[in-house]
């Protein structure tokens, strides 16, 4: 579990394809203490850490995870948003988040207003029911307050602060973000279909 709060902002070193495709993750995060087979969040998709090196771990990304997710568009030099996983006790300062990415919403538009930028994104029509206004949602495991919904696009407001602490001061129109949808609006639509 997670809260969507990014503590790092990491960088892919390297990407092998072998079975699967196997990342290597510069990051700032004190190495020595991450064990293997801990869970990191990395750009919101959980994965697992197979080997630790002085600044760097490396993660098996399964096909599965490329195919729901934009791991596929990575490249070397890429900066990612990465969340180490809740602990007991931990401060929830964003909404619980499992890591779990339900598919890719597309940047389409973006603004800025006074020092803050608004980003307009599109879901895929299967997640967009999911989404609400004031709700919350996770992109590329930042979690987020949703602006306003029309049909399968939604707005989100970026302030200076999320811009410097995270990725999304980079972000452009026609990338690619990782969607995971609240765990609550799952559960909640899962129990009206039963009805």
Same mark, same amino acid.
């Given at each position: ?38 869970? $990191? ?5 959980? &994965?697992? !850490? ?19 997710? @934009? %791991? ?8 990612? @948003? ?9 401060? &929830? ?43 919350? !949602?996770? %992109? @590329? ?8 919904? @029309?049909?399968?696009?939604?707005? $989100? ?30 559960? !909640? ?7």
């Amino acid at each position: 579990m997670f809260t969507g709060i990014i503590t790092d902002i990491g960088e892919v070193r390297a990407l092998e394809k072998r079975g699967d495709l196997r990342a290597r993750i510069g990051t700032g995060y004190d190495t020595g203490t991450i064990d293997l087979g801990a869970s $990191i969040a990395s750009d919101g998709v959980c &994965l697992t !850490v197979i080997e630790i090196g002085p600044d760097w771990y490396d993660v098996e990304i399964s096909a599965e995870t490329v195919s729901k997710t @934009n %791991l596929g568009d990575w490249e070397i030099g890429k900066r990612v @948003n990465l969340e180490r996983a809740l602990k007991v006790g931990d401060e &929830l300062g964003g909404h619980i988040v499992s890591g779990h990415v339900d598919g890719v919403a597309d940047i389409v538009a973006m603004s800025d207003e006074g020092d803050s930028t608004r980003v307009t994104l599109r879901a895929p029509e299967t997640l967009a029911k999911f989404i609400a206004p004031k709700g919350s !949602v996770a %992109l @590329n495991g930042t979690s987020l307050t949703v602006n306003e919904v @029309n049909g399968c696009d939604f707005g $989100i407001n970026f302030i200076p602060h999320t811009k410097d602490a995270t990725t999304w001061g980079a972000a452009k129109v026609g990338d690619r973000v990782n969607l995971e949808i609240d765990t609550l609006a799952r559960y !909640v639509a899962r129990l009206a279909e039963m009805s």
